[in-house]
């Protein structure tokens, strides 16, 4: 997948070592009753989607440049 950059994100495929911000942000149960999927209940439930987002290829990770986290999927 193509890493694309603007002034303040990185838009760029999933790694493995975002797992803490995917579950830190799908954890909240506003966030995935807006994106048609449920919240995340445990890192499990994550790495499990992480591993998907990763063999799928076609989800971008949305990674603010000034410390690296993702915000967004």
């Known amino acids: 997948m193509k890493t694309i950059e603007t002034e303040r994100l990185i838009l760029q495929g999933w790694q493995l ?10 954890k909240n149960p ?13 890192k499990e439930v994550s790495l ?7 063999e799928d290829n076609d989800r971008w990770a949305i990674v603010l440049k000034k410390n690296r986290k993702v915000i967004g999927i």
Do not use: P, R, T
């Open 48 to 54: 499990h989607a992480l591993k998907s987002y990763i």
């Open 30 to 42: 506003n966030v995935g009753s807006m994106q048609g999927w449920e919240h995340h209940s445990c």
């Open 17 to 26: 070592d975002y797992l803490d911000d995917l579950y830190e942000y799908a």
